[in-house]
């Protein structure tokens, strides 16, 4: 039998985001290679806030540990490019596309030196996969509030799968904008990145409110409800329809 590593460990994980109460409470979670985990649950019960604090973008109570270390270690921006947030909303981003993915760049290219690799950080195949998820590229220098959802929506995650940096990619759903086609196009090309052994994607946290969808690319399938995370063995389906 294979042992399959571990990626991302949360021990005791609490999130309050300033409020009186937990809106996650004491969450244990083990995330390992292979894994694509559908996070599901009601609107509200704190699927993002859980996404986000895996991001370091909360702050939280517990621990969070990468490969056995903690966010920090790595530096905070160089952990975000391997634990790589995609925001449900990307037009609430500050400048353009190609701005997010100049920043992203420079530190792959400082990662890629840390690891004494001589590997040229490829600007163009974010722009390519979008092209193939049908955005052109003039779209790239728009500035993200003058995109539409779908359209910002596939350049966020071209631009995380394409720098080839993220390991573990934390997505808040992520076609919800999409149309049913390219949805499926996007979902078969994650899909595929995960099963690829020379891909740096490892894990994907997936949010979504399909139990379809769920039930298509999910290996894991967690429900967040009263705070606290619960494993089943299959996509939960609402009114069990
Ligand atoms: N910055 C914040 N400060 C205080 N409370 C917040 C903040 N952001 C979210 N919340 C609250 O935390 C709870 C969880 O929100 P979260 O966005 O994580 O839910 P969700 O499960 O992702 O919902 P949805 O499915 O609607 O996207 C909600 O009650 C929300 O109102």
């Known amino acids: 039998m294979s042992i399959t590593a571990t990626v991302l460990e949360l021990e005791g994980l609490s999130c309050s985001l300033g409020s009186s109460h937990d809106i996650l409470h004491d969450i244990s979670l083990t995330i390992r290679e292979g894994d694509i985990l559908i996070l599901q649950g009601k609107s509200g019960c704190g699927k993002t806030t859980l996404l986000k604090c895996l991001a370091h973008l909360n702050v939280y109570d517990g621990i969070i540990l990468f490969h056995g270390q903690t966010p920090k270690s790595y530096g905070i921006p160089n952990y975000r490019t391997r634990v790589f947030y995609v925001p449900q909303r990307p037009s609430l981003l500050p400048g353009t596309p190609r701005d997010f993915l100049d920043v992203i760049s420079k530190f792959a290219a400082q990662q890629a030196r840390r690891k004494s690799?001589?590997?040229?950080?490829?600007?163009?195949?974010?722009?390519?996969?979008?092209?193939q998820w049908g955005v052109t590229e003039d779209l790239w220098d728009r500035k993200w509030a003058?995109?539409?959802?779908?359209?910002?929506q596939r350049i966020a995650l071209a631009a995380a799968v394409g720098m080839n940096t993220?390991?573990?990619?934390l997505l808040d759903e992520p076609t919800s904008a999409l149309d049913a086609e390219t949805s499926?196009?996007?979902e078969k090309y994650l899909t595929r990145q995960i099963a690829d052994r020379s891909s740096s994607?490892?894990?994907i946290v997936w949010i979504t409110h399909s139990a379809e969808q769920g039930g298509r690319v999910g290996t894991r399938f967690i429900t967040v409800a009263d705070g606290g995370c619960r494993e089943a063995d299959g996509p939960f389906v609402p009114n069990g329809h």
């Open 184 to 186: 499926l196009q996007v």
């Open 146 to 152: 003058e995109l539409s959802g779908g359209e910002s």
């Open 166 to 169: 993220a390991e573990i990619l």
């Open 201 to 203: 994607m490892k894990a």
């Open 117 to 131: 690799e001589s590997k040229l950080v490829e600007l163009r195949v974010p722009i390519d996969i979008s092209e």
